[in-house]
């Protein structure tokens, strides 16, 4: 009898003990869907069948890293029943650069905290400035530590400036950072960031990656970025390239007032349309319109409607109400 018992916990170890992805939490956005993937120009699950993730993405790390927490992520899955988050770990301006071990264990804490709770988790590189060699290094720890991790989502470069051309130095950047990401982990889902932080998606629709999985990034703020910007992305998207909005704001583009809710709810009909997932910029109690806690806030979680700001309660109210 105990040999058969030793047998079914060596059974049950064993992922672990080969560095195999543990199974997803049951009923979890992950146990359900597995792995995104690209298919013509919409992001799909294991199954093949079209999915959008929605959720938050995290202020960046080296400035409010203190939501960089279980509790946090917890939270965020319970109350405010979000499908993916977003570690937005900072590559420059006292981040990656200068404390990279620091940086390195914050994006774990996000990515083990989204593993045990079963939904997807953005490990995003952001920066505005092209150092691939940091993006290098960095993305082949996480890369080489979650190799086929079902929850990862590869984000490359956030928001690269206008003056940062595509077919010059982004495609450049982006094929040195993915394909080392691809080196060890050969499936995994990457999106990637384009020109103008991250709206010129029609001008990488036109030059595409040589890459397949890829998606490309589109950010928009509400009050800023409206149906010009749209036509931009089904242009993109009708030239065969998936999109993906890892983050966006109710905001003005500075991330602080005036908020628009109607064209908020204007973009999310229209990402709902086209089958695009996104995440909303913050989760922060930074003086600024585009946190979701006002700044006397201090609790990681079980944050009262109170304790939220305008744009805070408008984007829970609807996250809870897809799910």
């Not at 103008?196 to 595409?208: G, H, I, Y």
């Not at 009708?238 to 908020?264: C, K, M, S």
């Not at 585009?290 to 009262?304: C, N």
Request: one cysteine or more; glycine letters at 8%.
């Amino acid at each position: 009898m105990r040999r058969w018992w030793l047998l079914l916990v060596a059974l049950l170890l064993a992922p672990v003990a080969w560095g195999l992805p543990a199974a997803a939490p049951a009923g979890s956005p992950v146990a359900a869907h597995g792995r995104l993937a690209v298919k013509g120009n919409r992001v799909v699950d294991a199954q093949g069948k079209p999915y959008a993730v929605h959720g938050m993405s995290l202020f960046w790390s080296q400035w409010q890293p203190r939501y960089y927490d279980p509790a946090t992520i917890a939270w965020l899955v319970r109350d405010w029943r979000v499908t993916a988050v977003r570690a937005a770990i900072g590559g420059q301006q006292g981040g990656y650069d200068t404390q990279p071990e620091a940086e390195t264990k914050r994006a774990e804490a996000v990515i083990d905290a989204a593993i045990a709770q079963g939904i997807y988790v953005v490990v995003d590189w952001h920066a505005h400035q092209p150092r691939p060699d940091d993006a290098v290094r960095f993305f082949s720890h996480i890369a080489t530590k979650y190799r086929g991790v079902p929850n990862l989502i590869y984000e490359t470069y956030n928001e690269p400036l206008p003056e940062h051309g595509w077919a010059n130095v982004l495609k450049p950047y982006h094929a040195k950072v993915i394909g080392a990401i691809r080196a060890i982990d050969p499936d995994a889902f990457v999106v990637a960031g384009t020109r103008s932080w991250s709206q010129d998606v029609d001008e990488a629709a036109a030059d595409p990656l040589p890459f397949a999985n890829v998606a490309y990034t589109l950010h928009f703020y509400a009050a800023t970025h409206k149906g010009e910007l749209r036509a931009k992305a089904e242009t993109a998207m009708q030239r065969g390239i998936a999109l993906f909005v890892t983050e966006y704001g109710t905001t003005a583009a500075n991330g602080d007032a005036p908020i628009d809710a109607a064209e908020t709810r204007t973009w999310w009909e229209w990402c709902a349309k086209h089958g695009i997932s996104y995440l909303n910029w913050s989760v922060a109690n930074k003086d600024e319109a585009s946190a979701i806690l006002k700044p006397a806030t201090q609790g990681l979680s079980g944050w009262s409607e109170a304790e939220l700001t305008e744009s805070g309660r408008l984007v829970r109210t609807h996250l809870r109400a897809l799910r």
